[in-house]
């Protein structure tokens, strides 16, 4: 078995760290299986051997290095990480930009959205990033809605969302981790979110996806319709 650990930044799904391969010493746990596999490479000598060179390991030490991997991926993001991915909808077009004189308040602004980013598997409060840029919470909510259009709140899970979805697309983990990696106390509340966002419900969505991944590979191996020659 093998596990892999995503890697969000700013919303954005940018990798996995992936571990394994081990043997479970424990039979008895009950895995999904990814692959169906026949269990005709055990006949080849070779493949059985490297096989039992894989390293043994209890379900319970790999759910346990699972969770230490995910914490230390985490703490790199959040204290280690020195650039931000800004999507183009966080300030006004290039060509407005351009145009205006530049405002003090720009730079304060991008210092919030760097930390907004940076704590969205966090309890993010208001309070907490107008004291991070120095503002009142009364300014800064007022100014943060000048910038984007919308309210703190509205923005913080508009980005929660969109991490959600892509955990939901290249990720295995279950509605309730995602919603707690992304800040959510209680899975009840994300899904409402969630639907409330995209019409859908989460596990809907993975359907949806999975669904659609599956007849993309169908389509892809049938063979195309040849003309005919008169």
């Not at 169906?36 to 209890?58: G, H, I, S, Y």
């Not at 703490?75 to 990480?81: A, E, G, R, S, T």
């Not at 107008?130 to 703190?152: C, E, T």
């Not at 389509?219 to 005919?228: A, N, V």
């Amino acid at each position: 078995t093998d596990f892999s650990i995503p890697l969000v930044i700013a919303g954005h799904l940018v990798g996995f760290v992936l571990c394994g391969q081990v043997r479970l010493r424990n039979d008895d746990v009950d895995l999904v299986d990814i692959l169906n596999v026949d269990d005709c490479w055990q006949a080849d000598p070779e493949l059985l051997n490297e096989f039992r060179k894989v390293p043994e390991m209890d379900y319970s030490r790999v759910m346990a290095s699972a969770d230490l991997l995910k914490l230390i991926v985490e703490n790199c993001l959040k204290k280690q990480l020195n650039f931000v991915v800004i999507k183009e909808n966080k300030f006004q077009s290039d060509s407005v930009r351009q145009t205006r004189a530049p405002n003090p308040h720009d730079n304060k602004m991008k210092k919030a959205l760097r930390y907004i980013d940076a704590h969205l598997s966090d309890d993010l409060r208001l309070e907490d990033v107008a004291s991070h840029v120095y503002l009142s919470p009364y300014y800064f909510s007022k100014l943060f809605k000048k910038y984007h259009g919308i309210g703190f709140n509205a923005w913080v899970n508009q980005q929660r969302m969109a991490s959600a979805r892509e955990l939901l697309c290249h990720s295995d983990w279950s509605i309730a981790s995602i919603a707690r990696n992304l800040g959510f106390s209680q899975t009840s509340y994300f899904c409402k979110v969630f639907r409330q966002t995209y019409q859908v419900t989460p596990q809907v969505y993975r359907q949806q996806v999975s669904d659609n991944a599956a007849m993309e590979t169908v389509q892809s191996k049938c063979p195309k319709k040849r003309g005919r020659f008169k």
